[in-house]
């Protein structure tokens, strides 16, 4: 079993609509939270981080963390065709463990005007 | 604006014929990252260097090599590259381990 898990997609939504995109972790160890953007043939772009439970917005993206249940996601609003991507979750120990990242495997999402 | 710079952006090597990838930082962080993505999978991370100190991840192929002459820059090397090694190569930064990474533009590397 992978200690992250993401939702595979991939997501078809109108826009306007509202995006959740979600990962599920094992590792108890984890305390950082990342979310990437990857467009088709570049590099992943980083969209948010986290060092906490709870909730962070940043315009129209917000993320959660409940560590307690191993679970975060990544909430889009409002989406455009512009948000058409993979997103990428990423969490990490800290300092420990050398400090790698683990990523899920993405979930590419499109949205349709 | 500071930035994490790939060079050069599409490569096409030979098969067995040694390849250098590039990476520069102006973010003046201390850690640096050399990852490979296939299509559709997640980035796959080869080594990674925190100041001066090279870690190297136990499944990369000896056949990958990386340098790090100061803060700002670091190398990909692949020494003999196979087919298998067709790939996009990716250089990311953070200020410390373990935390947001800023990933370059990334390399596409063609096998012939």
């Known amino acids: 079993q992978k200690e992250v898990e993401q939702d595979p997609g991939p997501l078809s939504v109108p826009e306007g609509a509202i995006v959740s995109l979600n990962c599920t972790y094992s590792?108890?160890?984890?305390?950082?939270f990342m979310w990437y953007r990857q467009y088709s043939r570049k590099g992943p772009e980083l969209l948010m981080y986290t060092y906490s439970s709870g909730n962070k917005e940043d315009g129209r993206f917000t993320a959660q963390v409940d560590k307690s249940s191993k679970y975060i996601s990544l909430f889009i609003r409002d989406s455009q065709p512009s948000d058409s991507a993979t997103y990428l979750c990423?969490?990490?120990?800290?300092?420990?463990?050398?400090?790698?990242?683990?990523f899920g495997d993405g979930t590419t999402l499109t949205v349709k005007p | 604006d500071a930035m994490v710079i790939q060079n050069p952006r599409y490569q096409v090597t030979q098969f067995g014929k040694p390849v250098t990838l590039s990476c520069s930082q102006t973010l003046n962080h201390n850690v640096m990252y050399w990852y490979q993505q296939k299509s559709s999978q997640a980035p796959k991370l080869l080594f990674h260097?925190?100041?001066?100190?090279?870690?190297n991840e136990a499944d990369t192929p000896d056949n990958f090599q990386s340098r790090r002459p100061n803060t700002s820059f670091c190398f990909l090397d692949i020494r003999s590259p196979g087919l298998g090694d067709a790939a996009m190569y990716l250089c990311?930064?953070?200020?410390?381990?373990?935390?947001?990474?800023?990933f370059g533009p990334g390399t596409r590397l063609t096998v012939t």
């Open positions: 260097y925190y100041d001066k100190d090279f870690n």
């Open positions: 990311a930064t953070s200020r410390e381990p373990g935390v947001e990474q800023y």
């Open positions: 590792n108890s160890a984890f305390q950082y």
């Open positions: 990423a969490m990490s120990e800290g300092d420990t463990n050398a400090g790698k990242s683990t």
